[in-house]
C-alpha cells in the first residue's frame, strides 16, 4: 500500500489528461467530422491505465507528474487510434467497445480510419509540445514512442495477431504477439516517465523489467476476462477468442495454467522495483491493480 493511494492518484491525474485531451483536439483547425470521430473515441471511457502508469512513474521519481502531461496525452491518442483500426470490419470487425458503438458504427469507416490516423499522426505534434523538457529529451521521446507504436512494437504485435488467426501457437509466438501488440505502450509509459525524469542506469532496468512483466500479466488477465469476464462490466462481448479460435494463454495452458503464469508475471514485475531506490508504492498498486482488473 502507497502513502499515496491508487485512488486519488488516478481520479486526479485520470481528469487532468482527460482535460487536456479535450483542449487539444476542441483546438485543433480540421473538419468538425473527423475532429467528432477523434473526440467520440477519446471520450469513450477509457481506464486511462497507460497515462496513469506514466505519472505514477514520475511520483516515484518524487518528480511533478504533471511534466508528463503532454506524453501522456500523446499516449493515449496512440492506444485511441490502435481501438478504433482494431474494430475495423477488415480487422476485428468490432460493434461495441467501452459499452458503446464501435467508431466506424457512428461515423462510417472512411472517418473512422480518418481518426484513427488524425490521433495517430497528431501525437506526434503534442509530444513535441512536452514542457519543460529539453530539444534531446523530446526527440528521445519521440523516437520511443515511434519504436514502440510501429512495426516493431505495437503495429509488429497485431500483424503477428493476424497471421496467428486460425493457427495452434506456441506459448513463445504469443509471448511475442503480447510482448509487442499490448506491452509495448505499456512499457512506453514507464520508459517515457524514465526519460523525463533523467532515470539511471540501474532505474532504467528495474523500470524496463518491471513494464515487461506488468505488460504480459495485463494480457493474460485480458485473456481471463474474455472467458470469466461479466460483459456488463467489460462493455463489449465475452467469448470472443474462442469464436475466433484464437490462440491465448488459458487455451495454450489451461485456466488455471494461465492464473499461475499471470501470479508469477506479478510477482517478478514487483520484484523488479524492489531493487530500485524508487519511492514505489504507487506502481505496486498498479501491478496488483491491472492484475485482478475485472474490466
Ligand atoms: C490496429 C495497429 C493496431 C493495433 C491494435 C491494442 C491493439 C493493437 C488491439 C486491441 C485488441 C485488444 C483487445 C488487446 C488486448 C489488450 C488491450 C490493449 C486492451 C484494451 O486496453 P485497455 O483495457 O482499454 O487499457 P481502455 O478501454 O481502458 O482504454
Do not use: W
Request: aromatic share 6%; charged share 25%.
Amino acid at each position: 500500500m502507497s502513502a499515496v493511494s491508487l485512488e486519488s492518484f488516478t481520479k486526479k491525474y485520470k481528469e487532468l489528461v482527460e482535460i487536456r485531451l479535450d483542449e487539444l483536439v476542441t483546438g485543433l483547425q480540421a473538419p468538425e467530422q473527423v475532429k467528432e470521430a477523434m473526440s467520440y473515441s477519446l471520450k469513450a471511457g477509457g481506464k486511462r491505465i497507460r497515462p496513469v502508469l506514466l505519472f505514477a512513474t514520475l511520483h516515484a521519481f518524487k518528480k511533478d507528474p504533471a511534466l508528463g502531461l503532454e506524453a501522456a496525452a500523446a499516449l493515449e491518442m496512440i492506444h485511441t487510434y490502435s481501438l478504433i483500426h482494431d474494430d475495423l470490419p477488415s480487422m476485428d470487425n468490432d460493434d461495441l467497445r467501452r459499452g458503446k458503438p464501435t467508431n466506424h458504427k457512428v461515423y462510417g469507416e472512411a472517418t473512422a480510419i480518418l481518426a484513427g490516423d488524425g490521433l495517430l499522426t497528431y501525437s506526434f505534434e503534442v509530444l513535441c509540445g512536452t514542457k519543460g523538457a529539453s530539444p534531446e529529451k523530446i526527440i528521445r521521446l519521440i523516437s520511443l514512442l515511434a519504436k514502440s507504436a510501429g512495426p516493431e512494437g505495437m503495429v509488429g504485435g497485431q500483424a503477428a495477431d493476424m497471421e496467428g488467426e486460425n493457427k495452434s501457437l506456441t506459448v513463445e509466438e504469443l509471448q511475442y504477439i503480447h510482448k509487442n501488440k499490448t506491452g509495448r505502450l505499456l512499457a512506453f509509459s514507464v520508459m517515457a516517465a524514465a526519460i523525463l525524469a533523467d532515470a539511471t542506469e540501474s532505474q532504467v532496468r528495474s523500470l524496463e523489467d518491471y513494464a515487461y512483466h506488468i505488460g504480459l500479466a495485463f494480457q493474460i488477465q485480458d485473456d481471463i476476462l474474455d472467458i470469466e469476464g461479466r460483459e456488463d462490466k467489460m462493455g463489449k462481448r465475452v467469448g470472443s477468442d474462442e469464436s475466433k479460435f484464437k490462440s491465448t494463454y488459458p487455451s495454450l495452458l489451461t485456466l488455471d495454467g494461465a492464473k499461475e503464469k499471470l501470479k508469477s508475471h506479478l510477482i517478478k514485475g514487483k520484484s523488479a522495483l524492489a531493487s530500485s531506490d524508487l519511492d514505489n508504492g504507487l506502481l505496486v498498486d498498479i501491478a496488483d491493480m491491472i492484475a485482478s482488473r475485472d474490466h
